[in-house]
Structures are given as structure tokens and as C-alpha cells.
């Protein structure tokens, strides 16, 4: 099983809304952008509607406000690595936010391969 996937975006989430809209954000995106990093993204609202899997529409999400989806970028990485440090550069680290860097994957059963590559490695050892 691979480290570093062979995808070239990957995903900035970022958790929190106890965040503030500053200079300092907007910049950092700017900045991104200039590079040809920052593919995409933006902020979210905080208020918004759940769908169950028997098609109930509820409203949410509830999270904490430390677990809140607060928006998101796509950016443009060589690696998981690369992602990370660009995920380093975020302003709203500095005031309690949490940044999940997820490559976008080209096999849509990957997880399920990863599972029983898991499950074939335990069986080894």
C-alpha cells in the first residue's frame, strides 16, 4: 500500500468556525493562488440541512464547533508531504483551527483494496 497516492489535488479541509475572516486568510489563498497551488475552494456556512440514508432532510450540521466544516481548498501538490507543508501555512492554525489534508484518489474502491491489502499483510506476519 502506497504512502503517497498518485493524486495531484488534494483536499484542505478546514475544522472549526470559531475563526475570524481576515486579511490574513485571504493573503494566504492569494498567495497559493499565485504559486498555481490553490485549484479551488472557499467558506462555508454554518448552517445547513443532513440527508439520512432513508432520504430524511434534517437540519445541520450539529457538530462542536471545533469539529465544524469550516470551508475547504483543492490545491495542486507533488505529494502528501508537499500538501502538508502547504497545510502548515494556514493563519487559522494560529487560533484554534484544525486542517485535514486528504488526497482526491483515482480508484474509487481504494479504501476497500486498502482494507484487504490490511487484512492479506496481517495474515502474513
Known amino acids: 500500500m502506497s504512502t503517497n497516492p498518485p493524486a495531484s489535488e488534494y483536499l484542505l479541509l478546514f475544522r472549526n468556525n470559531a475563526w475570524y475572516q481576515d486579511l490574513a486568510f485571504t493573503a494566504w489563498a492569494d498567495k497559493?493562488?499565485?504559486e498555481g497551488k490553490l485549484k479551488g475552494?472557499?467558506?462555508l456556512e454554518a448552517i445547513g440541512k443532513t440527508l439520512t440514508s432513508a432520504n430524511v432532510v434534517i437540519d445541520g450540521p450539529f457538530a462542536e464547533s471545533k469539529?465544524?466544516?469550516?470551508?475547504?481548498?483543492?490545491i495542486q501538490a507533488g505529494s502528501l508531504e508537499e500538501a502538508v507543508e502547504v497545510a502548515k501555512g494556514c493563519p487559522g492554525l494560529e487560533v484554534g483551527q484544525t486542517v485535514e489534508v486528504r488526497a482526491f484518489t483515482t480508484d474509487p474502491f481504494e479504501n476497500e483494496i486498502?482494507?484487504?491489502?490490511?487484512?492479506?499483510e496481517d495474515r502474513l506476519i
Open 32 to 34: 497559493l493562488s499565485r
Open 41 to 43: 475552494g472557499g467558506p
Open 67 to 74: 469539529e465544524a466544516v469550516a470551508g475547504f481548498f483543492v
Open 114 to 120: 486498502a482494507q484487504i491489502d490490511a487484512a492479506r
